[in-house]
């Protein structure tokens, strides 16, 4: 399928959505977690791995989304506060790719 992630996709209804690297591709996070999590049931499991990084990179990140910016915005978007589960060194340069878990409210 291909979709964009920014518009309402044709799914069904889900348990858990997994978003990797995607969401610092959006100049509107809070209305593209808005459309996606219309597709994750009360209760379900949102998990996000992104870049810990402040400063856009050209086209790789442009709208790089940090930890604590996403610790803001979950509530927004009715997701509890994240729990950061895990962090490592990214292999492209000196930071770092947190994971996040979220449970829809």
């Not at 348990?15 to 999590?37: E, R």
């Not at 870049?51 to 442009?62: A, D, F, G």
Request: a negative charge; hydrophobic letters at 45%; one cysteine or more.
């Amino acid at each position: 399928m291909v979709a964009d992630f920014n518009e309402p996709l044709d799914l069904p209804m889900m348990d858990g959505i997994i978003m990797v690297n995607a969401l610092h591709y959006s100049p509107q996070p809070i209305k593209t977690l808005t459309t996606i999590l219309k597709l994750l049931r009360p209760g379900g499991i949102f998990i996000l791995i992104e870049y810990e990084l402040v400063q856009p990179r050209k086209s790789w990140i442009p709208y790089p989304i940090t930890f604590e910016q996403f610790t803001a915005i979950a509530p927004q978007v009715a997701l509890s506060l994240p729990e950061e589960l895990g962090r490592m060194a990214s292999a492209y340069g000196n930071n770092y790719m947190y994971l996040a878990r979220c449970v829809k409210e």
